[in-house]
T-cell receptor, first 113, second 108 residues
């Protein structure tokens, strides 16, 4: 069966520090991968999605970036964090072909101080 | 892009009561899902329902794609049903857009 994992689960970082959140999917190949952010406990904002290795679509201009170095690995990064980057970050996947169901990881809670 | 609106935004129920949550979307979609986000932030898949009706225990969902809405029914609510309920739609085969959510609190 397919599984998705994110880490770290919790992160406290100072303003201006770098960020790296990782997400991996197991048990499938060529998935569509997504990064969402949830602020203030409500509403999921799509940040990035990827349909293949090296293919990244950005939905919101910001100081975050995403990369997909391997088929089942999706990384969210920042060179310098802002206070406004605090939030709950969720990685998700769905089967690349057709209109399959979306599945989420456990989430990473980021606090920028 | 496609707009997804959910109502009501907040709902308080007495344990044992029934409720209906609504999701309206602004364009035709290929896919629609309902999720429950528990107090720990985990998003749990409830229904994958681009059209028709499905039932799972005390929960059921109906999507009327031609009229661009979906309904989630919760019967005999329990305190563990508390949390935020999201619908999410897909137009095309890549992007998934979430609704604004309904925050449900079930009190004993």
């Amino acid at each position: 069966s397919q599984t998705i994992h994110q880490w770290p689960a919790t992160l406290v970082q100072p303003v201006g520090s770098p960020l790296s959140l990782e997400c991996t999917v197991e048990g499938t190949s060529n998935p569509n991968l997504y990064w969402y952010r949830q602020a203030a406990g409500r509403g999921l904002q799509l940040l990035f999605y990827s349909v293949g290795i090296g293919q990244i679509s950005s939905e919101v201009p910001q100081n975050l970036s995403a990369s997909r170095p391997q088929d089942r690995q999706f990384i969210l990064s920042s060179k310098k964090l802002l206070l406004s980057d605090s939030g709950f970050y969720l990685c998700a996947w769905r089967q690349g072909r057709g209109t399959g169901e979306l599945f989420f990881g456990e989430g990473s809670r980021l606090t920028v101080l | 892009g496609i707009q997804v609106e959910q109502s009501p935004p907040d709902l308080i129920l007495q344990e044992g009561a029934n409720s209906t949550l609504r999701c309206n979307f602004s364009d035709s979609v290929n896919n629609l899902q309902w999720f429950h986000q528990n107090p720990w932030g985990q998003l749990i898949n409830l229904f994958y329902i681009p059209s028709g009706t499905k039932q799972n225990g005390r929960l059921s969902a109906t999507t009327v794609a031609t009229e661009r809405y979906s309904l989630l029914y919760i019967s005999s609510s329990q305190t563990t049903d508390s949390g935020v309920y999201f619908c999410a739609v897909m137009k095309g085969y890549q992007k998934v857009t979430f609704g604004t959510g309904t925050k449900l609190q079930v009190i004993p």
